[in-house]
């Protein structure tokens, strides 16, 4: 769908006027002349200005660039007070591995309670083109309402796509039965990622590589995936050599069952080796439960999830560890809730986490996590992350303590009673409230122009 707009054209007469007056009767008429021309003009740009729709687009995974370019009969505004129309858009995955967009409309100003929600699909097959043309196109489709309540509307033009085009493909991969696709729903991905990196005195190489195989239905969410990585660093000392050397496999795999709107049901298991925390090979089987007070349908806006898992644990170790031991097996159980928010203010997220082993409570962690991006007032942003963790319960530590080249290069874990990080940050901005123009000039260029190194 592509809308347009007629550009209304102001006359140069009133400033060749200003120029005539300026040169025939002298500075004093020249300045009376030029204030007039500049009232006329700003009259004559408010009263265009009055006619287009100010829209916030309030999307972080936006092109905001190309948006611009492509949708112009519209005035893109940069804080949210000086809006008609708030647009916030979110996102998730869906099983095929595509996106599934959430697109909100708040009125405000004269459209106050005008409101109206879009939500579409894109695939794992969707470049990041095509992608953001699906994204013009909904967003067109969604001011046309509102810019059909204004004196713009007599000049906009509307076109529709042809019938089958791509949004009719993206749709119909959503509404699909199984027996409609011959893969039913089962999505494969395998990934080789191998990096080099060398100075005179210092050099890395790692290699990763995962699979997986995920199957996602209202009903089921299948979960299958194996991941690995191998990771070399070498320093050359003033009078030695030290490698440092770590490894990680893990394999993962989930079941979980739709339970009506709010519930859900799961069982899991993993294998883990990892010489950073001196697992030889640590497996795990757990059931799991989790409850949503809001329907997972409105997960994109809002959840408030409550979660409670009970596992078995083999452990074995790669070295003996502060216990004295090479392998155990052990019972624990963990719950966590979480609270998310995507609102118009901004967004939300405080999670909370209780584990402990059963056979010895004394043996627990407690996790707090939160995370706040919300709008002050005009142009002020306040961004802030929290992050605390209570440890007692690192059973897997080596017993021989750790040298100090493995303590600078992090080889191994050390033991610590507590985690945490705080972050805080904030942005203001002001001046001109209009946000449409796009310059990429220079863009992305910087090695010799504004710096040296």
């Not at 969707?126 to 013009?136: G, K």
């Not at 993993?270 to 925390?277: K, Y």
Request: net charge negative; with cysteine; hydrophobic share 40%.
């Amino acid at each position: 769908m592509r809308l347009t707009a007629g550009r209304p054209i102001v006359a140069p007469l009133v400033w060749f006027l200003g120029a005539l007056l300026l040169t025939a009767a002298g500075p004093a008429t020249a300045r009376a002349a030029q204030s007039t021309a500049s009232a006329e003009a700003t009259e004559q740009t408010r009263r265009n200005g009055a006619d287009i729709l100010r829209v916030f687009l309030d999307c972080g995974p936006c092109d905001d660039d190309y948006l611009r370019r492509e949708i112009t009969f519209v005035n893109y505004v940069r804080d949210l007070p000086d809006a008609h129309v708030h647009v916030l858009v979110t996102r998730e995955f869906t099983g095929g591995g595509g996106r599934a967009w959430t697109m909100d409309f708040y009125g405000l100003d004269q459209f106050e309670g005008l409101d109206d929600q879009i939500v579409f699909f894109t695939t794992q097959d969707d470049t990041d083109d095509s992608e953001r043309q699906t994204l013009a196109q909904m967003l067109s489709l969604g001011l046309v309402r509102y810019a059909a309540q204004t004196p713009l509307a007599q000049q906009l033009q509307v076109s529709a796509a042809p019938s089958g085009g791509p949004l009719g493909a993206r749709r119909g991969v959503v509404t699909a039965q199984p027996e409609d696709d011959p893969w039913d729903f089962w999505v494969f991905r395998a990934r080789v990622d191998g990096r080099w990196d060398a100075e005179e005195r210092q050099s890395r190489r790692s290699i990763s590589s995962s699979f997986s195989a995920n199957r996602d239905t209202e009903e089921w969410r299948m979960r299958f995936g194996v991941f690995s990585n191998y990771r070399t660093d070498r320093f050359t000392l003033t009078d030695s050599t030290f490698t440092n050397v770590q490894s990680n496999t893990s394999l993962d795999v989930r079941f979980i069952k739709s339970l009506g709107d709010h519930m859900g049901v799961g069982v899991g298991g993993s294998a883990v080796n990892s010489t950073f925390r001196n697992q030889e090979l640590s497996l795990r089987a757990a059931p799991a439960f989790q409850y949503n007070f809001f329907p997972y349908s409105e997960s994109t806006r809002r959840q408030f999830t409550v979660l409670y898992t009970a596992g078995y644990n083999a452990l074995n170790y790669i070295e003996p560890t502060i216990f004295d031991v090479m392998d155990e097996r052990r019972l624990n159980h963990a719950v966590q809730t979480s609270y998310e928010v995507n609102e118009p203010w901004g967004e939300s997220e405080l999670t909370l986490e209780f584990s402990q082993f059963l056979d010895a409570p004394d043996q627990r962690r407690v996790v707090a996590f939160g995370s706040l991006d919300i709008r002050l007032f005009r142009g002020f942003f306040l961004t802030l992350r929290a992050d605390s963790s209570l440890i007692r319960d690192q059973i897997y530590l080596p017993r021989e303590a750790a040298s100090d080249q493995e303590i600078l290069v992090r080889q191994r874990q050390l033991a610590t009673d507590y985690e945490w990080q705080f972050r805080v940050g904030f942005s203001y901005s002001f001046g001109s409230i209009f946000n449409n123009v796009v310059n990429s000039r220079f863009g992305g260029s910087s090695g010799g122009f504004t710096r040296t190194f």
